[in-house]
Each structure stands twice: as C-alpha cells, then as structure tokens.
C-alpha cells in the first residue's frame, strides 16, 4: 500500500460514500495512467511535456496541419487498443452499483477520451471532451467508431462524402456539448459528495465543477497522484494511485453499508 494512503482517510471517504445520496465522480488522465495511457501534464512522459498541445490539440493545428494531428490521434487510438481499465475504474462501477443499489445517484464525469470507463461497465458516462474512438466528418458530420488499424490516409476521409474526418475529441478553443455540460451541471447542482480523482483539476469548465459542488454544500474529496489547485480546498485529499486507493474506499465502504 501507498505509504501515503493513510487508513483513516480512506474510511472518512468510505463513509461519506455509504451516507451520500447523490455522488458525482469526475475523472482526468490519472485515472487510466495504471492502464498504460499517457497523461497529460506529468512532467516526464505527459504528452504535453513532449508535445506542444497548441500544435496538435487545436482547430487551427487542424487546419495548418490534418495530416499531422490525424496520424498523432491515430497513433494514440491504436496504442490505447492494448490498453484496458484497471482496478480504479472497476473499483467505480461497483462504488455506482453501492449507491444505485440503496437507492442513492451516482455520476460519472470523465475528461479521458478512452472509453475506459465504459469497457470497465460504467454507464451512462459523461464525457465532456469526446472520444478518440470517434471520428467525425468535417464536412457532412457523420460519425464513425473506429477500432480498428491505423488508417491508411491522413486526414482520413468520409465513408459518405469523402470530406477529412477528425477526431471527436473537443480541442482547446472548442466549446464542449451542450448536452454533456447541462448534465454535468444538473449532476453536480444536487451533489452531496463530489469525488475528483485523477485530474490536474486546472482545465476549465471540468476544473470548475469541484468548486460548484462546494459552493452548494457537497463534501469533496479529492484522489490524485500529486497536490492540486484543488487539493487545500477540500475536505479529504488522498495523495496515491487511483488503481491503488479507489479498490481501498470501495472494500471499506461495503464493509460499511
Ligand atoms: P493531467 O495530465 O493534466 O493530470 C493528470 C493528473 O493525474 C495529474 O495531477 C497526476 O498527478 C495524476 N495522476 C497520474 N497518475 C495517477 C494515478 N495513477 N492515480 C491518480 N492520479 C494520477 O490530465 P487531466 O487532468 O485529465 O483536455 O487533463 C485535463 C484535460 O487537459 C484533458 O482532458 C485534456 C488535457 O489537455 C482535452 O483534451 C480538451
């Protein structure tokens, strides 16, 4: 066990788990680190650390550059096919089923692009920055779900219309749904309990969401590798590995409710 994952702690959050009536988790890159998927800002091998995101993760890179930004997408897509959910994001479909089982809300708000949660068995999941697996039309908007190889041209093209496709991941300068951000809201505007696990937490709006939920009167509880902007704010902050401290909490808060 992590030395800095101390008992106490993971008890206070398992009870505030089994008393909670509606639970929002967020998730960020930490959250799928211990499946092999790169993160994004931890200071040796996070993408952002290699790469620059303005020249990849933008609609401008896009238009200088489709080719380069579709094979970078694509290279992540193929990479995370050998990638699958760890013990973190099992551990979070079971801590959904606790609360769901007593009659409790539980949801999960996700920043990673991966689907890992949903290859774990977590439904419902709001993904407020899209998926890699998707790829959309610049032209006439279809989307397509690719799981396969590596495409043989860059950008690839549309099935229907032969226009470049793109990722349907949501780039810096782009707003995010609609859909998926008044769920988020409507989530978070009830909570009683937010956990933020695995997020650098300085992304906005997804940074913005531990704030609202306190400002409404939800404990907050934070799970992540290294301090945060977050991490003075709230009312439980466990510095360890998700994969390590989310099996942890749930074990105890069974043993609790
Ligand atoms: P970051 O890379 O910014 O932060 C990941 C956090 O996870 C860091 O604070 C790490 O300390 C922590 N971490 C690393 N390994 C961990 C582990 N095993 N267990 C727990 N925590 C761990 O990634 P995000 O916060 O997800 O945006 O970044 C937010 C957004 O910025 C991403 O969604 C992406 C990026 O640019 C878009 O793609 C729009």
Not at 17 to 27: G, P
Not at 78 to 89: F, K
Not at 177 to 187: F, G, L
């Amino acid at each position: 066990m992590t030395q800095s994952m101390n008992p106490e702690e993971l008890n206070s959050i398992a009870k505030m788990i089994a008393k909670a009536e509606s639970v929002v988790a967020i998730t960020g890159a930490g959250v799928s680190a211990e499946s092999g998927v790169p993160t994004f800002r931890d200071a040796q091998e996070g993408l952002w650390a290699k790469y620059d995101p303005m020249e990849l993760a933008t609609p401008g890179a896009f238009a200088r550059d489709p080719e380069l930004v579709t094979r970078w997408y694509d290279e992540r897509r193929c990479r995370l096919q050998s990638c699958e959910p760890n013990p973190g994001h099992l551990a979070l479909v079971k801590l959904a089923e606790r609360v769901r089982e007593r009659g409790g809300r539980f949801t999960l708000i996700t920043q990673n692009v991966d689907r890992l949660h949903q290859a774990a068995g977590s439904d419902d999941v709001i993904e407020l920055h899209g998926s890699i697996w998707d790829w959309r039309c610049t032209s006439c908007g279809m989307v397509q779900e690719e799981r396969g190889g590596p495409f043989s041209e860059f950008p690839p093209r549309c099935d229907s219309c032969g226009a470049a496709r793109r990722p349907g991941v949501v780039w810096f300068g782009e707003s995010l749904s609609e859909d998926a951000m008044d769920r988020a809201d409507e989530a978070v505007s009830v909570c009683d309990l937010f956990l933020s696990i695995g997020t650098s937490a300085v992304v906005h709006p997804a940074a913005g969401f531990a704030y609202s939920a306190r400002m409404n009167g939800a404990r907050v509880v934070e799970i992540n590798l290294e301090p945060t902007p977050l991490s003075g704010l709230v009312d439980v902050s466990v510095q360890a590995p998700s994969g390590e401290a989310l099996p942890r909490i749930l074990d105890l808060a069974l043993a609790i409710s």
